[in-house]
């Protein structure tokens, strides 16, 4: 009652509201600024306690302030500088510590804490009223009724005890009730506790105390506005930050397409769509053939640049209810739907047509080769993952049959995917169980005779006979139950699988230690995986199998091809000078099959060149085969570096490279790979 009477008697009402509005309206951008402390890492979270803790301290003491002054009691008054700004500072402190108390216990903090932080809050904010009201010197006599003061303390404890427990429970509105009602309740029944009684001589009241409230709730209003301001921004640039992460999640960021998570989500709606309405539709995979070599040649901003135009002329390309992404590197995904008895070719065509224009990169054209695999709903699989795979593996289907472009899902894909995984699971035992051989095809040296008798005359057509320089050591597989399997089958799954290492290790050293046994100085030309040069020290490698089987490391050659180097460049490099450095020959294998033959030429100096058998084959009758191979000796002999023709299988071949200065060959003209050598 006498509370009430306080309120009504006692107080300037539009004071009294200006008050009641500080608090209520500080407590909410307090409580707002905490929560943002709350969702925030370790470094944004300080910053965001710390105007939550002026937020708060700012409002109960500016409401404790506007109050005082609207209270009327005609007693002359005036405030004590130091502790109305130690009130001030109390109740930042209090809040601080209180809400750095609860802010890293997420999701749900103890109860223990929440209540100690709620004890901590009332405690600043009691704290902060009966500081200020010794700050507040009046010309008379004060009078403190005890138990109103205790009361009040009990009210200010309860209320933030309440208001923190509704916090840590995420009730945010509970939460602003119960702080605000902490403050009003402490500052009035502690008010009712207060009796004045006036020395002597009267009091007309005192005029400037109007303004000086609201001067002081104004400026109060702009450091909570600023806080509340700093609140909203944040939240707005929030929102737009996350906004952009959603896109960048869907959206790839080199093409503007669909990404492979966007696509899948699109498969997930239009299967469910097509199960309701038994619609066909078909998933098509693209991959661009030989990309890597296109970001070989012409720099990764030039590969950027092919990706960017393909992908602008396939979206050109689609019809309504068509979709594209773009799922991984080189590799595209297409959906589109199937009205019965219409096949997917027209839709396969239009892609097609928009890529057989050359795209231009800087001052060159370059023409995208794709390859696409396609899968059909519902016949080839009823779930994304299914139908993407299925497209996947005709896709590769696609890839590893050149003149091919588009093949279709079949089920016997399933089945040679299921004896590549087998493969991959004997071919980790075979290297234990000694399923492995090599075997050695001999490399031989046309010569003349001339160098032979030793007379000194040159004959060049008079070539005759040959001597063996060394042998080609090729590994040989021999399966328990499937029996022989050809390293072209084998060797690229060593490679994915990462198996090679241990199967070229294998190689390296059963290669040189037979090597070491055989006669004469002959070679031994042992070939390397591209994933040998760039997943293991190779160098080192080499070193310590020469050590160990004390073969001298000028009878050592190493074959690599092209690949090797469109891989990566750099390393590459380093592992075949840290080669060349122990006195071991390197040889470019199957020379003339790859894109940069000349450029890599360049950028190391091969021992010799092994001119790819592909042109073996018609080079008797196709001028254009002579006229490469007449271009690669010439080349050979300009930078000093010895070109062997390999695939050598008929006299005519023998013949003609000898016409053309071809001094090394091999080939099962001179001998097929077998088990043992010549003595
Ligand atoms: P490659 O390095 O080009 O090896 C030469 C291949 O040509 C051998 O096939 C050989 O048997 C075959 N060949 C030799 N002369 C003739 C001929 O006159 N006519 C025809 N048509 N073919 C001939 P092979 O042994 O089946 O090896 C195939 C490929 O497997 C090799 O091609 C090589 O790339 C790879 N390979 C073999 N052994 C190893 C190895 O130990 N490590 C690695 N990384 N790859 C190996
Ligand atoms: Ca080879
Ligand atoms: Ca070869």
Known sequence: ???????????NYWL??????????????????????????ERQRFGWLFLAA?????????????????????????FDPFLTVASLMVAIAGAAVSFALLVNRRPLPRLSTMVLAGLLLGGAVCAMHYIGMFAYKVDGLLIWNPRYVAVSILFAGL??????????????LIALLSLTLCILSLHFTGMAALEVIPSGQQFAGNPGAVGLAVAVACGVLLIVGTGAASHMIDADVNEKALETLRELALTDSLTGLPNRNSLVSFLEIKL??????????AVVIIDFDKFKAVNDVHGHEGGDDMLREVASRMRCALKDGEFLARIGGDEFAAVFPLPQGRSAESFLGRLEAVLARPVQIKEFDVLPHASFGVALYPQDGETAARLLGNADLAMYRAKADPGRGVSYYEASMDEAARRRRELVLELRRAVDRGEFELHYQPQAR??????????????????????????????????????NIPPAEFIPLAEESGLI???????LRTACREAATWPARRRVAVNVSAVQITHSDLPRLVEAVLDETLLDPARLELEITETTFIEDKERCLAALIGIRALGVTIAMDDFGTGYSSLATLRAFPFHRIKLDRSFMQDVTSSPE????????????RSLDIRVLAEGVETVEQLTLLRSEGCTEVQGFLFGRPARAVES
């Open 446 to 483: 046309l010569r003349s005779n001339a160098v032979v008798s030793g007379e000194g005359t040159q004959l060049p057509e008079a070539f005759d006979g040959h001597c063996v320089i060394g042998y080609e050591a090729l590994l040989r597989w021999r399966h328990p139950l499937r029996g």
């Open 16 to 41: 009294l509201a200006l008050a009641v509005l500080v608090c209520g309206g500080g407590s909410w951008v307090a409580l707002e600024l905490f929560r943002r402390a709350r969702q925030r890492s």
């Open 501 to 507: 290492l241990r199967i070229g290790e294998w190689v």
């Open 625 to 636: 085969a002579r006229a490469i191979l007449r271009a690669v000796l010439a080349l050979g």
């Open 1 to 11: 009652m006498r509370i009430l009477t306080c309120l009504y008697v006692d107080h």
């Open 159 to 172: 209320f933030a005890v309440a208001a923190m427990l509704s916090e840590g429970r995420g009730r945010s």
């Open 54 to 78: 002026v937020a708060a301290g700012c409002a109960v003491w500016c409401m404790h302030f506007v109050a005082m002054l609207a209270y009327r009691n005609d007693v002359p008054a005036t």
């Open 272 to 281: 469910a769509r097509a199960q309701a309405e038994t619609r066909r539709f």
